[in-house]
Structures are given as structure tokens and as C-alpha cells.
């Protein structure tokens, strides 16, 4: 699994009734619709998974193009402050944090951006990540590498949507 993030500035709401719930939203999607993803109510209860401290909004697997502008609406809208993507690791069997994703569009021979700079990196907490998963026994690592695939092009879609 590659396990890919950036953050953003935003305040959620909640779209239950009561009492507004100010946790910072996380939006996760697992991207490779034909791949086995990660289940987010793999506990069996039911519930999708939420960390302490804040809330969870599943985004499906769909075209990139087109998951780009629904992980970009929700950052506009300010339904979540980071994004989770989910996918494949090509480089191996472990966890893979990546940290950063050229400005290139998915056919890889052009860029995504002509005025914007050439690579964008997360802004999530890598190190500690990757520390907290070889902790609990699990093989992770974090790469700076390119990676020709949809998850780099959605973590740069994000970053220009952000900065825009």
C-alpha cells in the first residue's frame, strides 16, 4: 500500500443533526478502483474508520480527472483540512509514505501546471508515520521518488487546487 497526503486550512461541519462537530476532516479514498483497497470498516462494526481528534470522509474510486475535482470540491468547501490517497506501492510489498509529486499530467509527457513549480510535496507528518507503522511491526518506508501513476498526478491536482 502507498499511503500519499497533503493538508490544507479548512474547517469542517458535520451534515448530521445536533451540535456542530468542529474535528478537522480527513478526506480518504482509496483510488485504484480495481485494486483491493483499504477497507475502512474493517473492524466489522460498521463504522468507517476516524481517527481520534477527527472525522473521515470516504471519497470513491473513479476516473482520475474526475476524482481530482470531487477531492478539490471537498477541500473548497472546506469539508476537510487533509486528504488520505490510498493506492498500490510499485516498489514493493511494504507501506510506502511518498513525500512529493512532479508537475506532470498522466500521460507523463507534459506538464500538469506550466506556471506552477515542478514539484509539489505533502505536508503530512511522514517521519512520524513511518516510525508509528515499523513500531507496530508493519515495513514502511517514505520516498521522495517519482512515481508515473494516478496517486503523484492527485497530489499535485491537490496542491494546485490548494494554492489557487
Known amino acids: 500500500m502507498e ?4 493538508g490544507a486550512g479548512m474547517i469542517i461541519e458535520t451534515e448530521t443533526p445536533g451540535p ?3 474535528r478537522p476532516g480527513i478526506a480518504i479514498c482509496a483510488y ?5 483497497g483499504w477497507d475502512l470498516v474493517e473492524d466489522l462494526s460498521g463504522e468507517v474508520w476516524s481517527p481520534a481528534g477527527a472525522r ?5 474510486a473513479e476516473d482520475p480527472d474526475h476524482l481530482a475535482r ?3 470540491g ?3 468547501s472546506g469539508d476537510c483540512r487533509a486528504v488520505l490517497l490510498v493506492g498500490r506501492n ?19 509527457k507534459s506538464r500538469l501546471s506550466d506556471t506552477g513549480p515542478a514539484v509539489a510535496r505533502t505536508t503530512a507528518p511522514v517521519a512520524d508515520i513511518v516510525r508509528a507503522l515499523n513500531e507496530i511491526g508493519l515495513a514502511a518506508d517514505a520516498s ?6 494516478c496517486g503523484a498526478y492527485l497530489i499535485f491536482r491537490c496542491f494546485i487546487n490548494f494554492v489557487q
Open 20 to 22: 456542530s462537530d468542529r
Open 74 to 76: 471537498v477541500l473548497d
Open 32 to 36: 485504484e478502483a480495481d485494486a483491493p
Open 144 to 149: 521522495s521518488e517519482s512515481v508515473g501513476e
Open 3 to 6: 499511503f500519499v497526503g497533503i
Open 70 to 72: 470531487m477531492i478539490g
Open 56 to 60: 473521515t470522509l470516504r471519497i470513491p
Open 90 to 108: 510499485p516498489k514493493g510489498s511494504g507501506f510506502r509514505m511518498q513525500m512529493r509529486a512532479e508537475n506532470r499530467a498522466l500521460d507523463r
